[in-house]
């Protein structure tokens, strides 16, 4: 059952088994076509459809879940790898490491 209080692994279980009952047999490009109808779909937004922000969280989740990754542990190792490099802001306000 899902509750606010959910670990990030906890989340990624419950979606993983929610989305193997619905289509068991879905491949990750499918996952990540459906993704990226989802940011499409964000950007309209402006991010103001928290809603939209949801789906893009959800397909993520669910991409980890086929690719038998961890996504907790997974964004915990490559924080620790951003944490220690050099970054840049562009103009367009994107962040850019620089080594």
């Known amino acids: ?22 289509n068991p047999d879905r491949k990750p490009i499918g996952v990540i076509a459906k993704l990226l109808e989802e940011i499409a779909e964000l950007l309209a937004s402006d991010l103001a ?3 939209e922000l949801a ?13 038998q990754i961890d996504m907790a542990e997974s964004v915990i ?3 620790a790898i951003n944490r220690e490099r050099s970054w840049i802001i ?5 962040m850019q490491h620089v080594d």
């Open 1 to 22: 059952m899902l509750s606010t209080s959910m670990s990030v692994r906890e989340l990624q279980t419950e979606i993983a088994q929610w989305a193997d009952e619905l």
């Open 49 to 51: 459809n928290p809603m």
């Open 55 to 67: 789906d893009v969280a959800i397909l993520l989740l669910d991409l980890f879940h086929l690719a």
């Open 90 to 94: 562009k103009p367009d306000g994107r």
């Open 77 to 79: 190792s490559k924080m």
